[in-house]
């Protein structure tokens, strides 16, 4: 069976101008910094972002880890999203791999109350921990895909500065807000000191991430990346894809934005209760089950006999994205196959 797969942008292949790229990257050892290719995909990205230099990364997990034990000392405190990727999905590796204690702090739509920020920064004191970094993520919450607006991260910003404290953010669909928003990756990551973002998602390259910043914080990074394991040889081969990915890849990202609001409308024309049309502001729409007499446990086990694949996040909820591998058409029978498994 071909399956029409809406558990995540992960599932992307890569294109075929990807391929070929990667066929004939002109590559070298990249631990040597002899990869002209690495260093193209470097260049280009501080370039897009406005920051002073950028970093290849072998995924999400690893550029996020890699900042946080180049931003933060042992024993530090950091201030996370309580939903957010990097408290819930990374292993425990901000303990494990910096020694920082986490601190959750609760984000409404992604956006963390500024006076309760404000509140959770420490005094510095003898027997306190350094509040020392902030982690915002953007598009924020893996469930959802709420796209945070740069007006509040300057806010976020000036509070952190102020504090003497850094501002990271998870940009893992950074191009997914930024085309939300109408507001170029530049203008809306100019007040974040440091950020990551993914190529292996909507961007459709099969392997990477990117960490971007000051020419200080990546220098530092590079060493850490390193002690890590993840110092890669000839990995012009797979930055091929990703210099592909930026410029082919960036501009096709409303049409899966189209698509996310073609299928929750449809949705709620099924049962106004499946889904919150305005919670749905990028490629993730968020499907709940709780009043439609069906569980999303035994609507995703029928979808997937009829050939769809949906990510089941608790027994009630689930989640569908939309992606360069997904048309009108597959949209437009996942809502057919779903409208007769609920039986409406
Ligand atoms: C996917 C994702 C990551 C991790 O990326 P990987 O390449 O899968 O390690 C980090 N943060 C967010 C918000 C993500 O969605």
Redesign the pocket.
């Known amino acids: 069976m071909v399956y029409r797969d809406f558990r995540s942008d992960?599932v992307t292949q890569p294109t075929q101008a990807m391929r070929v790229a990667m066929m004939e990257a002109v590559v070298g050892d990249d631990i040597l910094g002899e990869d002209p290719t690495v260093q193209e995909l470097e260049a280009t990205t501080a370039a897009m972002f406005g920051k002073e230099a950028a970093l290849f990364v072998i995924?999400?997990?690893?550029g996020?880890q890699v900042a946080v034990m180049t931003l933060t000392q042992l024993g530090d405190e950091i201030i996370v999203g309580a939903d957010s990727?990097?408290y819930n999905l990374e292993v425990g590796g901000l303990a494990g791999l910096s020694g920082v204690q986490a601190r959750p702090l609760a984000a409404e739509r992604g956006r963390f109350d500024l006076d309760k920020f404000r509140q959770t920064i420490r005094p510095r004191g003898v027997q306190s921990p350094v509040t020392r970094l902030v982690c915002l993520?953007n598009t924020y919450n893996?469930n959802y895909g709420f796209a945070l607006p740069q007006s509040y991260l300057a806010e976020i910003a000036t509070i952190a500065h102020e504090h003497e404290m850094q501002v990271y953010l998870?940009g893992?669909?950074i191009f997914n807000a930024s085309v939300a928003l109408g507001t170029n990756v530049q203008a809306l990551c100019q007040d974040v000191d440091a950020l990551m973002f993914?190529l292996?998602?909507g961007l459709s390259a099969p392997i990477g991430?990117m960490l971007v910043g000051s020419k200080a914080f990546i220098d530092r990074a590079r060493w850490v990346r390193q002690r890590v394991g993840g110092g890669m040889r000839q990995a012009g081969h797979m930055a091929a894809a990703g210099l592909v990915a930026l410029r082919t890849m960036v501009d096709r990202i409303p049409e899966d934005h189209q698509l996310a609001q073609r299928l929750a409308h449809g949705l709620t024309a099924i049962d106004p209760t499946l889904v919150e049309i305005d919670k749905t502001e990028t490629n993730i729409v968020h499907l709940h089950f709780s009043s439609v007499g069906k569980s999303a446990t035994e609507v995703v086990d029928r979808l997937l006999e009829q050939g769809f694949k949906i990510k089941l996040i608790v027994p009630d909820d689930c989640r569908m994205i939309t992606h360069y591998g997904i048309t009108a058409a597959d949209v437009d029978e996942a809502l057919l196959a779903i409208r007769e498994i609920l039986g409406r």
């Open positions: 992960t995924s999400g997990t690893m996020n990727h990097m993520e893996l998870d893992a669909r993914c292996s998602k991430s």
